[in-house]
């Protein structure tokens, strides 16, 4: 089986900046391809939402709340998405997710989430 494996996650101050990662590991051999990786995050009492998206073409998506701040990017050759959170706010503060879409040899199209890592932001 295929998991996410996310880090980067913390305590920061307002202005700060983080780093996210979210690895693909496991049995590798069964993604044909990564299709979508992306990233959301979910305050408490709220909906989980996107933040960021960016597609195996390179196309990129963000939040309007993030946009100019933060920064999504892939290692294809890693099976690897990043977000790059700069100029944190303390509205920022949430658990992140990652997702990707990936296919397998037997499966068109499969969704797969991490287990999240939160982000503190302290004014």
């Known amino acids: 089986q295929v998991h996410l494996e996310e880090s980067g996650g913390g305590l920061v101050q307002a202005g700060e900046s983080l780093r996210l990662s979210c690895a693909a590991t496991g049995s590798i051999r069964d993604i044909k391809d990564i299709i979508t990786m992306g990233w959301y995050r979910q305050a408490p009492g709220k909906q989980r939402d996107l933040v960021a998206a960016i597609t195996s073409g390179d196309f990129t998506n963000y939040a309007s709340s993030v946009k100019g701040r933060f920064t999504i990017s892939r290692d294809n050759a890693k099976n690897t998405v990043y977000l790059q959170m700069d100029n944190l706010k303390p509205e920022d503060t949430a658990v992140y997710y990652c997702?990707?879409?990936?296919?397998?040899?037997?499966?068109?199209?499969?969704?797969?989430w991490g287990q999240g890592t939160l982000v503190t932001v302290s004014s």
């Open positions: 997702n990707m879409g990936i296919s397998t040899p037997t499966i068109r199209y499969l969704e797969l």
